[in-house]
């Protein structure tokens, strides 16, 4: 079964805001476009910041609107189990201090396919693009996503992960992830 992936903001693990400082960088690039993005991926630099309303402190899994970011923690627990993405390093300064080293990457998810079960699901689909307007239940196609463990699922435009995945970053210790049944994912 394949869960969908998401920030955990349940309020005792840090929340972090990520600024990223040269949005330039990555006019009219392809995030989460489903293909590598090797040999042409950005320098990024990002400005993480404690958030007001949540604990101090950095998480493994954290990102601004279109960009995650892992750290080398969580990029190792996701390199075990063969996870279809790859990471690009970024320069994070944490509160005004510059980090040193690669403890950060840019995370590209590499697979991108339509995973939804339409005839179980109950969505409004855009006609013209097949996105998810309104979805009041989710059942993902487990039979066309069986073999992947990291996906975009393309309708909505969210990470689905596999219980390897989900068993990797809790071994790991890795925090920010929290993963939900599709089910449970109203739009």
Known sequence: ???????????????????????RAVLNFPFWGGVSLANQYPNLEFDVSDSSDSPQGLVDFMGSIHIDIVSRKLAAALQLVGAEVEFF????????????????????????????????????????????????????????????????VDELNRIAVSSKVIDAIGLSGCTGCAFSEPSSISL
């Not at 969908?4 to 400082?21: A, F, K, Q, T």
């Not at 013209?128 to 059942?139: E, M």
Request: with cysteine.
């Open 1 to 23: 079964m394949h869960w969908i992936l998401h920030r955990d903001v349940s309020g005792n693990v840090p929340y972090p805001e990520c600024r990223l400082l040269n949005s």
């Open 89 to 152: 390093p970024v320069a994070v300064s944490y509160n005004g201090n510059k980090l040193d080293g690669q403890q950060f990457f840019a995370l590209n998810s590499l697979m991108r396919p339509r995973a939804l079960d339409l005839r179980k699901s109950d969505v409004d689909l855009d006609e013209a693009l097949g996105d998810v307007l309104v979805a009041r239940k989710i059942v993902l196609d487990e039979t066309a996503i069986a073999n992947l463990n990291w996906l975009i």
